[in-house]
């Protein structure tokens, strides 16, 4: 059973870059398209965008000119960056998995969330 | 972008009653090759990250109680608790994987009455 858990500071100033990262146990990073998805307090769920082995990556286009998904396959974790953070971007910010090949599937495995809070 | 609108934004049954919720999508999420909708419902509690309930539309998943069903094609779907439980409270999403960037219903808070 694959598990993932996210890691980073939960405290970020406004303009600078938040960096999270989520370790994969229990199963490879290989063959999956590993997701970034953030949630502001008492709201929905935003996709954020995903990265896959191969190198094929895709980003909400929302967020597209300043996030930026790398995996580091040989520790079998993936990172994410955003850049230019405001007060907007405080959320619980989860990795997770989408199950199947294609990229074209539900998420079956979540880490447990990291609050990162933007405040000076 | 596809949009996903889930109504009612909360409901209250009573423990033993059925709860229905409606995810309608902006556009198709049946994807004609394969005749799959490419929908999955999540189940999130407090402090915790969503759980996957059902998957393609009205597939269950692996260890989710068989009182949880999903319905629905192409635009509209319906997840159903029949049987309410009280570890049922949940807000519930639904959420579009037919294309990127994968979208999610505003979700559902359900509540015991």
């Known amino acids: 059973q694959v598990q993932l858990q996210d890691s980073g500071p939960g405290l970020v100033k406004p303009s600078e870059t938040l960096s999270l990262t989520c370790t994969v146990s229990?199963?490879?990073?290989?063959?999956?398209?590993w997701n970034w998805i953030r949630q502001p307090p008492g709201k929905g769920l935003e996709w954020i965008g995903y990265m896959h082995h191969t190198g094929n990556t895709d980003y909400n286009p929302s967020l597209r000119s300043r996030v930026a998904i790398l995996l580091d396959t040989s520790n079998n974790q993936f990172s994410l960056t955003l850049t230019s953070v405001t007060a907007a971007d405080t959320a619980v910010y989860y990795c997770?998995?989408?199950?199947?090949?294609?990229?074209?599937?539900?998420?079956?495995?979540w880490g447990q969330g990291t609050l990162v809070t933007v405040s000076s | 972008d596809i949009v996903m609108t889930q109504s009612p934004e909360s409901l209250a049954v009573s423990l033993g009653e059925r709860a229905t919720i409606n995810c309608k999508s902006s556009?198709?999420?049946?994807?004609?090759?394969?005749?799959?909708?490419?929908l999955a419902w999540y189940q999130q509690k407090p402090g915790q990250p969503p759980k996957v309930v059902i998957h393609w539309a009205s597939t269950r998943e692996s260890g989710v109680p068989d009182r949880f069903s999903g319905s629905g094609s192409g635009t509209d779907f319906t997840l159903t608790i029949t049987s309410l439980q009280a570890e049922d409270v949940a807000v519930y999403y639904c959420?579009?994987?037919?294309?990127?960037?994968?979208?999610f219903g505003q979700g559902t808070k359900l509540d015991i009455q």
């Open positions: 959420q579009q994987y037919y294309a990127t960037p994968y979208t």
């Open positions: 997770a998995r989408v199950t199947g090949e294609s990229g074209y599937s539900y998420f079956d495995s």
């Open positions: 229990g199963g490879s990073i290989f063959g999956y398209y």
């Open positions: 556009q198709s999420i049946l994807y004609g090759s394969n005749n799959k909708n490419y």
